[in-house]
Structures are given as C-alpha cells and as structure tokens.
C-alpha cells in the first residue's frame, strides 16, 4: 500500500504541522514500534510536550489516517510505527521547494544553503559521493 502512504505523505508534507512533523521524527529516530504511553513519555521527556491523551491520541490517530503511521497489535497493547520512510515523507515538500524557490535547480539550492552556513567534511564527502554516482 505504498502508493496510498505516498499520497498521504504528499498531502502531510503541505499541510503538517510542525508537531506532527516532530512525532514523525520520534518515530524514525527510535526506528522500532511503540505504545501510547511509549510515545507519550518520550514526547514529555524529549520533546517538552505534556499533552493529555486525548491530545496525543488527536495528533497519532491523525497520522494513522493520513498513512503516515500504522498500528500492529502486540499481545493487549497497540503499537505505532512509521508506515513510510523518511526520504518518502520528505521528497514531495523538497521538489516543490526546489521547483517553486529555485525554479528546479538542485545547485542553486545547495549552494543557498551552503551559503549559509558551515559544511562539514562529511557532508561534503557525501556531496562529492552523490555526484560521482550521478556521473556514473
């Protein structure tokens, strides 16, 4: 069901919030599947956020029925997990960053970027990496 998580994180990436954006981000950060109390401790402990759980539950069962996040049964307790990838959630909102700021142009984008502030060596190694690939 890909496509449908695709179509759901296009239309997230235009209309997320950034709150939503961070509980995605707890997701593929902890990279493995948790409960509700799960969730709302690392929320409390890393993100600052004291929601109730009718709040938490508001922002999760959001992300369900966008195709963002999926819940698997394990013994009594549901447990939440990042149904698409990072790069999937992200792509739509950078090609239309690109295309509507840089008129599509990759370069001007990176080199906006990188003007403003400091690349490390490994960043620039991984640039140099995707370039010798592309050329391949």
Known sequence: EMSASLVG???CIRDR????YEIMLLFWEKKEPLTFREVQQICSAELQK????QTLNTYLSKLVSLGLLAIKKDGSKNKYYAKVKKKDFMNPWLHDL??????G???DLVLTYAGTKPISKKEI?????FIDDWEE
């Open 105 to 107: 142009s990759i370069s």
């Open 50 to 53: 004291d929601w109730k759980k």
């Open 125 to 129: 190694e991984k640039l140099k990496q």
């Open 98 to 103: 690109c295309d509507s700021v840089f008129q």
């Open 9 to 11: 994180s296009e239309m």
């Open 17 to 20: 919030t950034d709150t939503e």
